[in-house]
Structures are given as structure tokens and as C-alpha cells.
């Protein structure tokens, strides 16, 4: 038997069923000698493989890889840091020339290390870089804009500060509103907005240089609101109030209810009013008349009459204004050779009483006054302009609300399709 008492890393021993055991040197005997140390790849290894570096040039040597993180790498500049270890001076820190800063005062500017060398010459091949950011511009990621210690983490990262550079264009951008034809409303045509909301335009009171001013406001990409922002864009609406409200409710905002009180500067005071009439009509003239009714006034105009005023009112009704119609060729009103004061119900129809002011007028609601009669202060024969009298026949058509759809829509209402129904009769348009 074959004493063994030299230190062994591990003993191959023949087992049975024909096969070797690999163990430990005191498999067999607590007081065998452990070899703790190798001399070299070679010896003593069950398994005989070391790293060996291949290299091309003279002489060259066959290995296993070509660069140092093929078979070493850790990751984490932050931690691993091998180049601020070693410093730019082999003394650990940093030590890098620095100037004044030509651009921002009061800084120093200095030059972007490189950091995969280290004080002995050798590159940094086995630790990777990382870098704990979202993607982001380069005022984000450049190096310059990094930590100094291991270029790793960025301040500019934090949400609010990241992609300044395109979110502040395009927060611009998105604050500034759309005008009409969908162009930006600050470079104007031909630049397009760059969200397209609608405007929405809206009036408020602001303070400027002291002084308070209506300012107009309006939606843009971050501040959208339900359409319209006031009562007064409805042009129906403010096409038939009286007032936009005590305080402007209406125009800087949404009307309260019709018909409640709301709290002023005031105190309580009145909803807005609807127009129900124009504010233009006729009255008993002159003042103690029983009879006399002639032209139109403005409601302010008559004074101690305004108990007996008449409004022209917006559904056709033939006190003030008369205008004939003809349901053979589908017309309304009298032909164009005749003036606008043909509508004055002041006599038999189509006489048109311009031309024949000398004589008066009767037969109608209303009774014109003749020349020798009439005064200045009255605005003579026919008080006010002409502007006056076709805005009371405009009035009397239609009332104040234009042309909207819910009229459109609403022919059985005309008073030609009212005339044709009650003479049981249809209008056919022949092509």
C-alpha cells in the first residue's frame, strides 16, 4: 500500500461497477493533508481550462477570447468606478483644467473627461456605462449635462424638466389660440395652429395700467369649455334681450333664469328681459289726443304717450305695419316702385301716401297727419328716418332673430302658406 501523505486538492479513487471517484483528500482519511493553493491553470484541476488571450501580431497565440469583457464585465459606473478610483492624476477625484464661462457669468466651463482611460494608460474595458434616465433630448442626455463624478444620472431628468427644449415650443404652441380659418393667432396666416381647437371666444374684466378694461378670452389645447362660453355668442339670444344683464351676466358668462332675481353689486335685481316687441312703434299724438296716431317713435321719444305706445310687434300682426300678399306669385310686400312708408298702416292699401302728403290719411290703425298739421318736434309728417320704418317692417317679418334653422325649418309659419291653406289651395313650381 502506497502511503499518501502529501496535500492533495482531491484523490481518484476506483469505485465500483467500474467507475472512478473524484473526492476530497479526506474522503478516505480525516488526517490527510487539503492543498489549498494552485501553482498555476495547469495542475492540480479536475478540469485543465484557463483564459488566454489571442492575439494576431508576432507571436501570435491561439486563445479563448479577444477582449477583456469576454470573460470579465459588472456594469455600473456609479459604483464601479474606475476612473474617478484612479483620478486623472492616479490620486483618486477629478482634476480637470477649468475656465471661466464665456457665455454664462459666474460658472466654469471645463473640458468633458475621458473616462475610459485610466491613470496608467490602460482602457476601461469590462464596466459598462449606464445611464438612469427616460430618452430624452440632449439637454438631458448629453454628457455635458450629466453628474461629474460618473456621467450616470442627469438633474434635467425629473419629469418637469425633461424635453424642455420641445415642450416649451410646444406648450407656446398649444397656449395660443386658433383663430378663424384655423390659423395660429399669433404668427397669423399662413401658419396653421398647431392644435386646431376652436376658439371660443369669450369677454372679461381685466386691470390694465390701472385701469379696468373688457378683455376677450379664448380656448386654446389645455383649456377647453362648452360652447359657447356666453349667452351673448347665441345670436338669438342677444338678438332678443333687452340688456345682456345686470353686470354684463350675459356677456362675461351664462344668463341666469328668465325669470328669477339674482344678486348684484346692486343687491337683488331683475333676470334680463326678452324682447317681445321692437322698441320702435307708434303713440297718441300730440300729448292729450284721443285720436291721432301717426308714424313711429322710439319708445323713449313719446314721453308723456308711453302709456298709449303701440310696439311693432314680431309676428305680423297688422297694427303698425301692413304688407300685402299675393298667393298667385307667391310675394310678399308692395312692388318696388313704392317707398318704404307704403307699409305704415295709415290708409287703403297699396296707396302709397308719400305722394300725397298735402291730404290726410285714414282707414288704417293709424292716422298720418297732413302737412299743414304736422310739427318739428314730432319729426314732421313721419317721424324718424327711413332706416327707422324698414327696420319695423324687418321686424314685423320675421322679428329679430335673422334667418337660424329653427325658422328654416318652420315654412308652415309664413304667412303666404298660412294664406294658401285657408284658401285650400297648393303652390306648384313649374320648370
Sequence with gaps: ?????????????????????????????????????????????????????????????????????????????????????????????????????????????????????????????????????????????????????????????????????????????????????????????????????????????????????????????????????????????????AELGKGGQGLFGYLPNLNSAFSSSAGYVNGPANLTASEVGSAIAPAGSSTARMGLFSVDSTAGNSNSFVPTDFVGINSNIYEPLSIVQNTRGYPASFTVFSYVNAGPPENDPISNDGAAQSGGFLTRWTGSNSTTALGGIYPGTVGTYFNALIHHRQGPYGWPTWKQIRGAENPIAKALRKNNMISVNQV
Design 1 to 241: 500500500m502506497v502511503k499518501q501523505t502529501g496535500p492533495e486538492a482531491f484523490r481518484i479513487t476506483y469505485a465500483l461497477n467500474d467507475h472512478l471517484q473524484v473526492a476530497g483528500p479526506d474522503y478516505t482519511s480525516s488526517a490527510a493533508p487539503r492543498a489549498r493553493y494552485f501553482r498555476d491553470g495547469l495542475a492540480k484541476r479536475p478540469v485543465n481550462i484557463a483564459n488566454i488571450k489571442m492575439t494576431g501580431a508576432s507571436p501570435t497565440v491561439i486563445g479563448n477570447y479577444t477582449k477583456d469583457y469576454q470573460y470579465f464585465q459588472t456594469s455600473g459606473r456609479d459604483i464601479n468606478n474606475l476612473w474617478f478610483r484612479s483620478g486623472s492624476t492616479g490620486l483618486g477625484g477629478v482634476a480637470q483644467p477649468t475656465a471661466m464661462s464665456q457665455v454664462v457669468s459666474g460658472t466654469l466651463d471645463f473640458q468633458l473627461p475621458n473616462r475610459s482611460i485610466l491613470e496608467d494608460g490602460s482602457r476601461n474595458k469590462t464596466v459598462f456605462v449606464e445611464r438612469f434616465s427616460s430618452p430624452g433630448g440632449p439637454e438631458v442626455n448629453s454628457r455635458g449635462f450629466l453628474d461629474t463624478e460618473s456621467e450616470t444620472y442627469s438633474i434635467y431628468n425629473a419629469l418637469p424638466f425633461r424635453n424642455l427644449t420641445v415642450r416649451e415650443h410646444l406648450n407656446l404652441w398649444s397656449k395660443q389660440h386658433s383663430a378663424f380659418g384655423g390659423y395660429d393667432a399669433i404668427y397669423a396666416s399662413p401658419t396653421a395652429s398647431y392644435h386646431k381647437t376652436y376658439r371660443n371666444g369669450r369677454y372679461r374684466i381685466e386691470q390694465s395700467n390701472g385701469t379696468l378694461i373688457t378683455a376677450s378670452v379664448y380656448d386654446n389645447a389645455f383649456i377647453q369649455h362648452p360652447i359657447p362660453q356666453s349667452d351673448a355668442n347665441y345670436s338669438w339670444i342677444s338678438a332678443s334681450l
